[in-house]
């Protein structure tokens, strides 16, 4: 209790130092009193996850894992969105090689977050669809501001999430739930979210759920650090034993499908309907 409002003091006024620039894509703030380090995602309007967003993100959480932080916090600079997962623009009319790279990158950024030894929570301050939802799942605590929406919309956009994608979100929900809502596409509103499992807790503002989830981290204080990573990491390890197995066919696998002509179609006609509601 007593470290929990210290924590809670410290994260509302605590003395906190910059590490890294903001000329990146993401900004990493780590507070001198906890040793928390807060990740925050800065890629106006909506954080979609662009090449560069995926790099600057792996680069982040390297940074704070040989700063010997105690703790990751994700978050999001946008006021609304968390992120609005893979950026389509750069997915639709390109090359094979343009794909590769963004696919790999993707990979990249998803292991080093959901095999990261650091106790992880992301402070979801807006909407979280298909890569924002797979970030947000790869960490191990959630808190999400009301009203907002998270989950694998992939079969909505006519795309089928590989296994591998789908970790984060299987390790969370019961197989049935998990099932019928990638089946669907379901977004989940924050309150279903909770209801279901997929987030642990509603914070009325993003300063609130930064506080949640420093309390979250805080939480391992008096366990050995060792012993909570590798045990974490044991939970993790089949998965990622899977992953690692498949990661270069499904590089290519992404690759053919994303080039099909029906595909591309489908990503342009998604994309019209998403500039269409923006200008309303
Ligand atoms: C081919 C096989 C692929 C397998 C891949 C499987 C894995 C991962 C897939 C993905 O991540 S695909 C991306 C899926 N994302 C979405 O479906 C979300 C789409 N966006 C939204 O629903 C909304 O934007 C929002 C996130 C709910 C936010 O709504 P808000 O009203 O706040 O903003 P908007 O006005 O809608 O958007 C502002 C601006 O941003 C553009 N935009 C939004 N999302 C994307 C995106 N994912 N990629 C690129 N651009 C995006 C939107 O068009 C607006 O642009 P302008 O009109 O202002 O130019």
């Known amino acids: 209790m007593l470290h929990s409002n210290l924590l809670r003091l410290v994260?509302?006024?605590?003395?906190?130092?910059?590490?890294?620039?903001?000329?990146?894509?993401?900004?990493?703030?780590?507070?001198?009193?906890?040793?928390?380090?807060?990740?925050?995602?800065?890629?106006?309007?909506?954080?979609?996850?662009?090449?560069?967003?995926?790099?600057?993100?792996q680069s982040s959480i390297g940074e704070i894992e040989s700063n010997k932080s105690r703790g990751l916090i994700l978050t999001s600079a946008c006021s609304n969105v968390f992120s609005a997962g893979l950026d389509i623009l750069e997915m639709y009319n390109t090359d094979e090689e343009?794909?590769?790279?963004?696919?790999?990158?993707?990979?990249?950024?998803?292991?080093?977050?959901?095999?990261?030894?650091?106790?992880?929570?992301?402070?979801?301050?807006?909407h979280a669809p298909a890569g924002g939802c797979l970030l947000a799942t790869a960490c191990e605590y959630r808190v999400m501001l009301p009203k907002r929406l998270i989950g694998l919309n992939e079969t909505q956009l006519g795309i089928i999430a590989p296994k591998w994608l789908m970790s984060g979100f299987l390790n969370v929900l019961p197989q049935r739930v998990a099932e019928r809502a990638l089946t669907q596409g379901r977004l989940f509103t924050t309150e279903e979210?909770?209801?279901?499992?997929?987030?642990?807790?509603?914070?009325?503002?993003?300063?609130?759920?930064?506080?949640?989830?420093?309390?979250?981290?805080?939480?391992?204080?008096?366990?050995?650090?060792?012993?909570?990573?590798?045990?974490?990491?044991?939970?993790?390890?089949?998965?990622?034993?899977?992953?690692?197995?498949?990661?270069?066919?499904?590089?290519?696998?992404f690759v053919a499908l994303a080039s099909r002509p029906e595909v591309q179609k489908g990503m342009g006609i998604y994309l019209e309907n998403l500039k269409k509601k923006s200008k309303k």
């Open 193 to 253: 979210a909770l209801a279901e499992g997929l987030v642990d807790e509603i914070a009325n503002t993003k300063e609130e759920a930064l506080e949640k989830c420093a309390a979250f981290i805080g939480s391992f204080t008096k366990v050995n650090p060792l012993a909570r990573s590798l045990t974490k990491l044991q939970f993790r390890a089949e998965n990622i034993k899977e992953f690692e197995k498949i990661r270069k066919k499904d590089v290519e696998d």
């Open 98 to 126: 343009r794909l590769r790279t963004i696919w790999t990158e993707l990979q990249n950024a998803w292991i080093a977050l959901y095999g990261s030894s650091l106790p992880t929570a992301a402070a979801i301050n807006g």
């Open 11 to 57: 994260a509302r006024g605590g003395p906190k130092r910059w590490m890294s620039t903001t000329t990146k894509l993401t900004s990493v703030e780590v507070n001198d009193k906890t040793g928390i380090a807060t990740l925050t995602l800065n890629r106006p309007p909506v954080n979609s996850q662009n090449v560069q967003l995926l790099v600057d993100l």
